[in-house]
C-alpha cells in the first residue's frame, strides 16, 4: 500500500541477505584455507570423503547463520511489541489497517486523538504494510533465499579455497564472484524503482542476482509463481554448483605450492 515502505523493507531485506551470503560464504573459505596451512586436512580426508566433509562445514556454517537469523527475528518481533506498547498505546493497528485499506484516508480509531495527522499517516502506512501474512510471507522467503544463495557461494569460495596455500592468493579467483554480489547488490537498488522491470525479472531468476534482487522485490506483491520458480532455479543451480565445487575440492585441498589458473581448475572437474 505504499511504496516507500515497501522500497525500505526490501532494500533492508536485499542487503542483509548480501551480507550474510558474503560473510559466512568468507568464513567457508577461510576455514577451508586454514586448514589447508596447517595440514588438518590431510588427516581428516584419511576418515571422510571430500565431498562429505566439504558439505558438513557449509551446512555447519549455515547452522550458525540460521540461529542468529532466529535471534534477529525473535528480537525484532519483541522490539515491536514493545514499541506498540509503550508507543502506540491504545491504538489497534488491525482496526487502523482496515480503515486505510477501506477508506484510504485517516480514520477515527480510539488512542489516535493525540497524535497529528503527519504522523498518523506515517503509522497508517506502516499498519497497513507490515501485517502478519506479509511478516510470514516475507521472513520465509528471507530463510529460503538466504540458504539457497548461501549454498551456491559457499561451494564457490569453498573450491577457491581449496585452490590456493593462502589468503593473498584468492583475489584472483575472489574478483569474478564479489562483482557478481556486487552486480546483485545494485540490480537490487534498481529494482526499487521498476520493480516489474525485465531487469528485475530476469535478475529475480538468475540464481547468482535472485536471493538479493527477490527479497527487494517481495514487499511488492511478486505472484507467486515467480518466487516458486526463481527458488527452483536457485536450489538446482546450489546442488549443482556444489558437486562442481567438490570436485575441484577433492583436488585442490592437497595440492600445495603451486597457484593453479582457471584453466587448470577446469581440468580437476574432469578427473574421475
Do not use: H
Not at 70 to 76: H, S
Not at 82 to 87: I, K, S
Not at 235 to 246: E, L, V
Request: net charge neutral.
Amino acid at each position: 500500500s505504499s511504496s516507500e515502505v515497501a522500497s525500505a523493507i526490501g532494500l533492508i531485506g536485499g542487503m542483509i541477505i548480501y551480507f550474510f551470503i558474503f560473510m559466512y560464504a568468507s568464513q567457508v573459505m577461510k576455514g577451508v584455507i586454514e586448514e589447508k596451512t596447517n595440514r588438518i586436512i590431510e588427516v581428516l580426508v584419511s576418515s571422510v570423503k571430500p565431498f562429505q566433509f566439504l558439505l558438513g562445514k557449509i551446512i555447519g556454517v549455515a547452522a550458525v547463520g540460521l540461529v542468529q537469523f532466529l535471534i534477529w527475528v525473535v528480537f525484532g518481533l519483541v522490539l515491536i511489541l514493545v514499541m506498540q506498547t509503550f508507543f502506540l498505546p491504545g491504538i489497534d493497528l488491525e482496526a487502523l489497517r482496515n480503515a486505510g485499506n477501506l477508506a484510504g484516508g485517516l480514520p477515527d480509531i480510539a488512542g489516535t486523538g493525540n497524535l497529528s495527522a503527519e504522523k498518523m499517516q506515517i503509522i497508517q502506512k506502516v499498519a497497513m504494510t507490515i501485517d502478519p501474512i506479509f511478516i510470514i510471507k516475507f521472513l520465509a522467503s528471507f530463510l529460503f533465499y538466504f540458504i539457497g544463495g548461501y549454498l551456491l557461494y559457499a561451494s564457490l569460495f569453498a573450491a577457491i579455497g581449496s585452490a590456493v596455500d593462502g589468503q593473498e592468493d584468492t583475489q584472483q579467483f575472489m574478483l569474478p564472484v564479489t562483482l557478481l554480489l556486487v552486480f546483485a547488490l545494485y540490480a537490487g537498488i534498481y529494482s526499487m524503482e521498476n520493480p516489474d522491470g525485465p531487469l528485475a525479472f530476469w535478475c529475480s531468476m538468475i540464481p547468482f542476482t535472485s536471493p538479493i534482487v527477490m527479497m527487494v522485490r517481495v514487499p511488492f506483491e511478486v505472484p507467486l509463481w515467480e518466487i516458486l520458480l526463481s527458488i527452483g532455479f536457485l536450489y538446482i543451480s546450489s546442488i549443482g554448483f556444489t558437486w562442481f565445487s567438490a570436485k575441484i575440492y577433492r583436488v585442490g585441498i592437497l595440492m600445495y605450492g603451486k597457484k593453479p589458473s582457471i584453466k587448470e581448475m577446469s581440468k580437476w572437474l574432469r578427473y574421475k
